[in-house]
């Protein structure tokens, strides 16, 4: 029998690892669904305007073709149910390139992509808002009351009294999720019921998403997802494609797959949005911050909003007794902008890490320091106190780990051969959140032989879910770890949170924990006994001769969490190589060190970690979203173009997590690391830029040509 806490903590393999190597996990389009025909969006080449006709009918008589759909005739659907971006083939009305205008459903993928083709629309164009360097001066206050003016102090009166400061802008550039598995849904309708084989970061809510633009209850509607693709943000709200796929299902009475192709990645589903940031620093000449500001402008879609919050790192990373955040936003013809990895941390960090390295050079004051005399005892904020923050611990560790010792605190004074050699560091932070999730254990015995099935509508992004709710059942039930099975991705199961701003792994876990300890409660009331010790789930199934046994707890946060601040906290160590001749930089060390309290597989953990750095890499030096501003499309559309970080551009990776006991966040002490882990890296690698070079890229990305 396995002792209690023997798996949660360490690093076993995941339990999905075979299944995904062989091909044998189910992704969105892989489920077995017969007499499948197959739908292919065609999308609208103006950025602005209207629909004047739309001729479909050499289309509709191809080979193949059973129905194109446009707005003219898809059925009403509720715009305003729950999905992003719009979309829905409601109107005529275009705004944005790329805007979804109608779909071809035929029998083979082929057929209807080719009849897409044969479908021509005539437009009334109108000018089209795409060029934001033009039109930031519009901006004007977010709709969202969230992203008001925060105002602590004076910092305006305290930048202009100020022994040093820091005033520089910094930019962020589009950004797109693409994830490995490009949105895909299977439709597939039993009378007024329909099941949507979809990868969903939340499966509840796109089950209530798409049922309520169909116009049906939550009930007629069944989300399955066992395994995604990634997501980053893109899959955490649901886009038009998914009801759509159920619409060109119905008309056609059969089951239809719709499949985005990578480049209608790029203006279906989201992106980051452009920001330009005004950091302000002052500081007295022993390195003590006096007042911070940050301004954000950035943009949105025409007729909706989302701003990413850049400020939130402002807020609390650095004790500041004036402070300033302001956001504004000015509407523009592009896709609504959506949440991606570390939303507003990502960005809004390499402003403000970016702005605290310069400080700390015109101080001629070590970065480490600064920051660490620069730490609060409390959320500046709102004045609460930490759950835990392991923010100079992470510094001290990782300077130690990484050799920061060897750092010349003048640029270009590390050669190499033709390179230019470069330190940085930066910080980062995520809030941690625990929400309400229930689940369901149910026991099993044969012979002395006791198996555990846990079900909840969890999201398993590729991050170890099935892994850590298996480790942390077979701990709660003291059952060996083969015995347990975790069903997991469907909304018929148990409502549970979403795989989304770091909240899955501390909710599920938790829920399940909670249920575990549950059954064995009541395990031990059915028995009528009392016991010295604490008997095991598995004991009174044996003893008591229960062959099945089930319940289900309905978890939530404890009551007092909302008196703490609770964020997981790292600190980025990055190590440069510039080549002197061409410009190139090359990451060649990354270090980072998190506390995030109990890490439940260190393995699954170190993964999380390393690909949000990689991804951080990718946003400091190669990745960006180009608008053509003669019409508003994506001048990068493809793979080709919009360049990621491969193996070759990655040089040594490392994670460490510093031992946090967190007993305030929940029971589990679980803060979650799927955002955290790219907060803080691209600043890191910009400052190491500037320590081999001595030139300061304030405009992501750092290409060559801003080197040379």
């Given at each position: 029998?396995?002792?209690?806490?023997?798996?949660?903590?360490?690093?076993?393999?995941?339990?999905?690892?075979?299944?995904?190597?062989?091909?044998?996990?189910?992704?969105?389009?892989?489920?077995?669904?017969?007499?499948?025909?197959?739908?292919?969006?065609?999308?609208?080449?103006?950025?602005?305007?209207?629909?004047?006709?739309?001729?479909?009918?050499?289309?509709?008589?191809?080979?193949?073709?059973?129905a194109?759909?446009?707005?003219?005739?898809?059925?009403?659907?509720?715009?305003?149910?729950?999905?992003?971006?719009?979309?829905?083939?409601?109107?005529?009305?275009?705004?944005?390139?790329?805007?979804?205008?109608?779909?071809v459903?035929?029998?083979?993928?082929?057929?209807?992509?080719?009849?897409?083709?044969?479908?021509?629309?005539?437009?009334?164009?109108?000018?089209?808002?795409?060029?934001?360097?033009?039109?930031?001066?519009?901006?004007?206050?977010?709709?969202?009351?969230?992203?008001?003016?925060?105002?602590?102090?004076?910092?305006?009166?305290?930048?202009?009294?100020?022994?040093?400061?820091?005033?520089?802008?910094?930019?962020?550039?589009?950004?797109?999720?693409?994830?490995?598995?490009?949105?895909?849904?299977?439709?597939?309708?039993?009378?007024?019921?329909?099941?949507?084989?979809?990868?969903?970061?939340?499966?509840?809510?796109?089950?209530?998403?798409?049922?309520?633009?169909?116009?049906?209850?939550?009930?007629?509607?069944?989300?399955?997802?066992?395994?995604?693709?990634?997501?980053f943000?893109?899959?955490?709200?649901?886009?038009?494609?998914?009801?759509?796929?159920?619409?060109?299902?119905?008309?056609?009475?059969?089951?239809?797959?719709?499949?985005?192709?990578?480049?209608?990645?790029?203006?279906?589903?989201?992106?980051?949005?452009?920001?330009?940031?005004?950091?302000?620093?002052?500081?007295?000449?022993?390195?003590?911050?006096?007042?911070?500001?940050?301004e954000?402008?950035?943009?949105?879609?025409?007729h909706?909003?989302?701003?990413?919050?850049?400020?939130?790192?402002?807020?609390?990373?650095?004790?500041?007794?004036?402070?300033?955040?302001?956001?504004?936003?000015?509407?523009?013809?592009?896709?609504?902008?959506?949440?991606?990895?570390?939303?507003?941390?990502?960005?809004?960090?390499?402003?403000?890490e970016?702005?605290?390295?310069?400080?700390?050079?015109?101080?001629?004051?070590?970065?480490?320091?600064?920051r660490?005399?620069?730490?609060?005892?409390?959320?500046?904020?709102?004045?609460?106190p930490?759950?835990?923050?392991?923010?100079?611990?992470?510094?001290?560790?990782?300077?130690?780990?990484?050799?920061?010792d060897?750092?010349?605190?003048?640029?270009?004074?590390?050669?190499?051969?033709?390179?230019?050699?470069?330190?940085?560091?930066?910080?980062?932070?995520?809030?941690?959140?625990?929400?309400?999730?229930?689940?369901?254990?149910?026991?099993?015995?044969?012979?002395?032989?006791?198996?555990?099935?846990?079900?909840?509508?969890?999201?398993?992004?590729?991050?170890?879910?099935?892994?850590?709710?298996?480790?942390t059942?077979?701990?709660?039930?003291?059952?060996?770890i083969?015995?347990?099975?975790?069903?997991?991705?469907?909304?018929?199961?148990?409502?549970?949170?979403?795989?989304?701003?770091?909240?899955g792994?501390?909710?599920?876990?938790?829920?399940?924990?909670?249920?575990?300890?549950?059954?064995?409660?009541?395990?031990?009331?059915?028995?009528?006994?009392?016991?010295?010790?604490?008997?095991?789930?598995?004991?009174?199934?044996?003893?008591?001769?229960?062959?099945?046994?089930?319940?289900?707890?309905?978890?939530?946060p404890?009551?007092?969490?909302?008196?703490?601040?609770s964020?997981?906290?790292?600190?980025?160590?990055?190590?440069?190589?510039?080549?002197?001749?061409?410009?190139?930089?090359?990451?060649?060390?990354?270090?980072?060190?998190t506390?995030?309290?109990?890490?439940?597989?260190?393995?699954t953990?170190?993964?999380?970690?390393?690909?949000?750095?990689?991804?951080?890499?990718?946003?400091?030096?190669?990745?960006?979203?180009?608008?053509?501003?003669?019409?508003?499309?994506?001048?990068?559309?493809?793979?080709?173009?919009?360049?990621?970080?491969?193996?070759?551009?990655?040089?040594?990776?490392?994670?460490?997590?510093?031992?946090?006991?967190?007993?305030?966040?929940?029971?589990?002490?679980?803060?979650?690391?799927?955002?955290?882990?790219?907060?803080?890296?691209?600043?890191?690698?910009?400052?190491?830029?500037?320590?081999?070079?001595?030139?300061?890229?304030?405009?992501?990305?750092?290409?060559?040509?801003?080197?040379?």
């Amino acid at each position: 029998m396995q002792q209690k806490n023997k798996l949660v903590g360490t690093p076993i393999n995941r339990i999905d690892g075979i299944l995904k190597v062989t091909g044998k996990a189910d992704y969105s389009t892989d489920h077995p669904v017969k007499n499948l025909a197959y739908a292919v969006l065609f999308k609208s080449t103006i950025a602005a305007g209207k629909i004047l006709t739309i001729d479909t009918t050499a289309a509709e008589k191809a080979p193949g073709v059973l129905a194109v759909i446009t707005h003219k005739n898809a059925p009403k659907l509720k715009v305003d149910g729950g999905l992003r971006g719009g979309a829905l083939l409601q109107s005529p009305e275009i705004e944005f390139y790329g805007q979804h205008i109608g779909l071809v459903v035929a029998e083979t993928f082929e057929q209807a992509r080719h009849a897409t083709r044969l479908v021509n629309v005539e437009y009334e164009k109108t000018t089209p808002k795409v060029d934001f360097d033009k039109l930031a001066k519009e901006a004007v206050l977010p709709k969202d009351k969230e992203k008001a003016d925060a105002r602590r102090g004076d910092a305006k009166a305290a930048l202009s009294s100020a022994d040093y400061k820091v005033e520089e802008v910094y930019g962020t550039p589009i950004e797109h999720h693409h994830p490995l598995e490009p949105h895909a849904t299977i439709a597939e309708w039993t009378g007024d019921h329909v099941t949507l084989y979809n990868s969903a970061q939340i499966v509840n809510g796109a089950q209530s998403a798409a049922a309520a633009t169909l116009n049906l209850k939550p009930e007629q509607v069944r989300i399955i997802s066992p395994y995604i693709g990634g997501g980053f943000g893109s899959k955490g709200g649901q886009w038009a494609n998914l009801v759509l796929t159920a619409v060109a299902a119905k008309q056609v009475n059969r089951p239809v797959k719709l499949a985005l192709t990578r480049q209608q990645m790029f203006n279906s589903v989201g992106l980051r949005q452009r920001n330009f940031q005004k950091v302000s620093l002052a500081a007295t000449k022993d390195g003590k911050l006096t007042a911070l500001a940050h301004e954000i402008t950035t943009h949105a879609a025409i007729h909706s909003e989302f701003v990413e919050p850049c400020g939130d790192c402002s807020k609390i990373m650095y004790d500041a007794p004036n402070s300033l955040i302001t956001y504004r936003v000015v509407p523009m013809n592009l896709i609504l902008p959506t949440y991606t990895r570390g939303p507003g941390k990502s960005t809004g960090s390499f402003a403000l890490e970016s702005a605290m390295d310069e400080l700390a050079y015109k101080l001629k004051m070590d970065p480490i320091e600064l920051r660490i005399k620069n730490e609060p005892a409390r959320d500046p904020s709102d004045g609460k106190p930490w759950s835990s923050r392991a923010t100079v611990q992470c510094l001290r560790e990782g300077a130690k780990a990484f050799g920061w010792d060897k750092r010349k605190a003048e640029p270009r004074q590390n050669q190499q051969g033709n390179y230019l050699i470069g330190y940085g560091v930066a910080c980062g932070t995520y809030p941690a959140h625990q929400r309400p999730t229930s689940a369901i254990v149910k026991l099993k015995r044969s012979g002395n032989d006791v198996t555990a099935t846990v079900e909840l509508a969890a999201a398993d992004l590729g991050t170890g879910t099935y892994t850590i709710l298996t480790q942390t059942a077979a701990d709660a039930l003291v059952l060996p770890i083969q015995n347990v099975k975790v069903l997991i991705g469907d909304s018929d199961l148990p409502p549970a949170a979403g795989a989304v701003g770091s909240v899955g792994a501390a909710s599920y876990a938790n829920a399940v924990n909670d249920a575990c300890i549950k059954i064995t409660d009541e395990l031990i009331a059915k028995s009528g006994k009392q016991f010295f010790a604490r008997p095991t789930a598995t004991q009174l199934m044996i003893s008591e001769k229960i062959t099945d046994f089930q319940t289900r707890v309905d978890s939530k946060p404890p009551g007092n969490v909302d008196e703490y601040s609770s964020h997981s906290f790292n600190a980025n160590f990055a190590e440069v190589a510039v080549n002197i001749s061409t410009g190139m930089v090359r990451v060649t060390r990354f270090l980072a060190v998190t506390g995030a309290g109990t890490i439940l597989n260190p393995k699954t953990a170190r993964s999380q970690i390393i690909g949000g750095n990689v991804w951080g890499i990718g946003m400091a030096l190669t990745e960006e979203s180009v608008v053509d501003p003669r019409w508003g499309n994506f001048a990068t559309r493809s793979f080709a173009d919009y360049h990621v970080p491969s193996n070759l551009d990655i040089g040594t990776m490392d994670a460490i997590f510093i031992r946090e006991d967190d007993q305030i966040i929940n029971k589990m002490g679980v803060k979650g690391i799927g955002e955290v882990g790219i907060v803080g890296v691209a600043a890191a690698v910009a400052n190491a830029v500037f320590n081999a070079t001595g030139k300061r890229v304030r405009e992501l990305p750092i290409t060559p040509d801003k080197l040379l």
